[in-house]
Nanobody, 111 residues
Framework: QVQLVESGGGLVQAGESLRLSCAASGSIFSTAVLGWYRQAPGKQREWVATIGIGSYTNYANSVKGRFTISRDNAKNSVYLQMNSLKPEDTAIYYC?????WGQGTQVTVSS
């Protein structure tokens, strides 16, 4: 069973950056498609970014040009570099592999 553990969240001011990490257990990581999602208070969970095998990436319009997803298969980890953060990026951020979800990490952006 895959287990995912996110880290790297915190409180920052608008315009600053954060880098989220997600460490995965299991041997299927190198062939898996991974995603980052987020859920703001009172809102539904939404997709943020996806990274496939190789160089394939895709982003939600709201984060395109500001966020970058990457992976390190040797470390069974996926990352989300978040630049030029906005207050509306405030949410709990989750990584996803197949049907498995991490516990989430809180990102709070103050104005």
């Amino acid at each position: 069973q895959v287990q995912l553990v996110e880290s790297g969240g915190g409180l920052v001011q608008a315009g600053e950056s954060l880098r989220l990490s997600c460490a995965a257990s299991g041997s299927i990581f190198s062939t898996a498609v991974l995603g980052w999602y987020r859920q703001a208070p009172g809102k539904q969970r939404e997709w943020v970014a996806t990274i496939g095998i190789g160089s394939y990436t895709n982003y939600a319009n709201s984060v395109k040009g500001r966020f970058t997803i990457s992976r390190d298969n040797a470390k069974n980890s996926v990352y989300l570099q978040m630049n030029s953060l906005k207050p509306e990026d405030t949410a709990i951020y989750y990584c996803k592999l197949g049907s498995a979800w991490g516990q989430g990490t809180q990102v709070t952006v103050s104005s």
